[in-house]
């Protein structure tokens, strides 16, 4: 179900799709953060998505005007995951409420794998 503000001009609805790709590319500004891996990560085989495919790693689910967002993340190694997470968390609530103006209730991650970065 998209995202809905009304006021008195008329409604806007704002697709889940739109608002996985505000937060995959909000993520992917974070420091620590390799990038977003499928959230099927069956078998234990873990791939990560290039840049054309965030919305991959990122589930929304709307409810009103609320936003939960799934996060599927690989992280850098040498990186305090709880440092990368809340940075991540901080940076995505922070940019879907300012640019769509939707209340965020949750950010959840899940790191699904480390990289050692070259």
Known sequence: MPGKLSN??????????VL???AGLSAMEC????????????EGLVELLRREHLTKGVKVHTEDNRIIIDLYVIVQFGTKISVVANNIIEKVK??????TGLTVEKVNINVQGVRVQK
């Open 8 to 17: 008195k001009f008329g409604s806007i609805n704002i697709d889940d799709n």
């Open 94 to 99: 922070y940019n879907i409420e300012s640019l």
């Open 31 to 42: 420091y620590g953060l390799v990038g977003m891996a499928s959230r099927n990560a069956t």
């Open 20 to 22: 996985a790709i505000i």
